[in-house]
């Protein structure tokens, strides 16, 4: 049977972190895809594998979680980078203007 995650856990993991969520203006139809696709790794492969017995618990292992996505899970789309070795190479290539 599978686990289901509560729906006030990733909000309030956001909220605890003081990220904002994007909820209108353009991209906002994209940015749901991308945080959909992203709520539906971190629950395969963290939070239906774990027994979070409360929000801290949670947000611990979550916190681990996240950053081993962004340092060390190569991803595909991204050419076998990271997230953190492909946005310090792409920004590294960006110009400063003058």
């Known amino acids: 049977m599978e ?11 956001l909220d605890a972190t003081f990220h904002k969520i994007s909820m209108d203006g353009k991209g ?6 991308m945080i959909e696709r992203l709520w539906r790794t ?20 979550l916190e681990k979680y996240f950053d081993f996505y962004n340092n060390e899970r190569r991803h595909s789309s991204l050419g076998k980078k990271t997230p953190s ?14």
């Open 42 to 61: 971190v629950k395969y492969e963290d939070v239906y594998l774990n027994d979070y017995e409360d929000f801290y618990k949670a947000y611990q292992y």
């Open 28 to 33: 906002r139809a994209f940015d749901n895809i």
């Open 85 to 98: 070795e492909f946005y310090h190479r792409n920004r590294k290539d960006q110009k400063v203007p003058a």
């Open 3 to 13: 686990k289901q995650i509560p729906e006030r856990i990733p909000r309030l993991i």
